[in-house]
């Protein structure tokens, strides 16, 4: 199971949100670029990168220094926020990301993301965020009647390469992860699943662990790394152990 440094842009800066509001921001540094290659020096194997700004305005607004993270890091960067045309993904792509994310388009436009899948296979990631079950859309500003396991099964046919779940209610609070709607989800598809949000304690992870044989792939990790709650090299051990 990959434990996965999250890198949250907003403004230029490098940021943790609480719950997933604009107004709920902790600045961790000024330099995003070296906070990713700080990650990827403890053993990151992977990086989790969101362009909050464009995530709540519906274009990239971190574009630049989502390239420099790309192309200093050794590692395969997943970004997403605010990814909502083909033409967006694919500069992406050309950039060098190795995963991009959309969640909004996949709600509202599922045909389009359907085809976006079969046109980039194996380089897709849907991000299905959720609050209380809810699915909620951009920048998680905005709320979908729609429950969240509906649109999973909807995803899961699609076959992006990876599905991220997100509880927005645990996201920013080191409470723990949604572990009930978390086992539904990962009954109710084949896909990878990346779980984020509510991550405070190695424990958590360690409850993670036996979930990988359920389809569970990766965990990305945000507040609890940059506050020291969790080492990144505990992380490690613990579902490198298992």
Not at 53 to 66: Q, Y
Request: with cysteine; proline share 5%; hydrophobic share 50%.
């Amino acid at each position: 199971m990959l434990v996965i440094p999250a890198v949250d842009l907003k403004n230029g800066r490098c940021v943790r949100l609480r719950q997933g509001r604009m107004d709920a921001e902790t600045v961790y540094s000024d330099d995003p670029v070296a906070v990713a290659q700080s990650w990827v020096a403890q053993g990151a194997a992977w990086l989790h990168v969101v362009d909050l700004d464009g995530a709540v305005e519906g274009e990239p607004r971190n574009l630049s220094v989502i390239e420099q993270i790309v192309h200093t890091v050794p590692v395969p960067v997943q970004v997403g926020g605010g990814i909502r045309t083909i033409d967006r993904i694919e500069r992406y792509l050309e950039l060098g990301v190795a995963r991009v994310i959309i969640g909004t388009l996949a709600v509202e436009q599922p045909m389009l993301a359907a085809d976006i899948c079969r046109r980039f296979p194996g380089r897709m990631a849907v991000s299905l965020d959720a609050r209380d079950g809810k699915v909620a859309l951009k920048g998680w500003q905005e709320n979908a009647a729609l429950d969240y396991l509906s649109v999973a099964r909807q995803i899961d046919a699609w076959q992006p390469a990876v599905m991220i779940f997100t509880a927005i209610q645990r996201d920013g609070t080191l409470e723990g992860p949604d572990f009930p709607r978390l086992k539904e989800l990962l009954n109710a598809v084949s896909l990878p699943v990346i779980v984020a949000g509510g991550i405070g304690l190695l424990d958590h992870l360690q409850s993670l662990v036996p979930l990988a044989a359920e389809g569970l792939y990766g965990v990305i990790v945000g507040k609890a790394l940059y506050d020291g709650s969790v080492m990144f090299h505990e992380a490690l051990a613990v579902t490198q152990r298992a």
